[in-house]
């Protein structure tokens, strides 16, 4: 998360330094390339963070008002469609990356592909991190372990 924070962090200043050299009549060629980075590696490794804490976009109102085996389904069913989109990201995002060596940011001439590999890594983080939510889910139950499946250090050393 820190790390999220960090790359949204050098966006912001990236941007702000770019608006004062623009007004010193002194402009960062660069300035976009760097900002377009801290932008895309941030808001791709925020997504793995957000599934990690289990604070991102699923459907949950109807899952809290079951109980049991009912829970159970719907919730592995909830988390297999998030590893699904997670491992088209991982194997489309992969393709991408590779097809980015043949475009270029311009004015350095860096290959695009360095900010297509955020969407494998992205995807590969999601993946581990619905896993391990399954696995808890499955071992301890998707009810009332809310806390224990956003931070594991709750759960008993087996």
Sequence with gaps: MVVCALLLLGFTLVEIADVVCRNLRR????ANEFAAGFFVWGVFLGMGVAV???QHFRLTAIAQTMHGARRTLLETLNRLVILGVALSMVCFGYRNYLTGFGSFLMPSLTPIAVLYAAIPVAGALIALFTVEELVNGWRYGFEGTGKALTDPSHLPVT
Excluded at 27 to 30: I, K, M, V, Y
């Design 27 to 30: 402009p960062w060629l660069n």
């Design 52 to 54: 990690r804490r289990d």
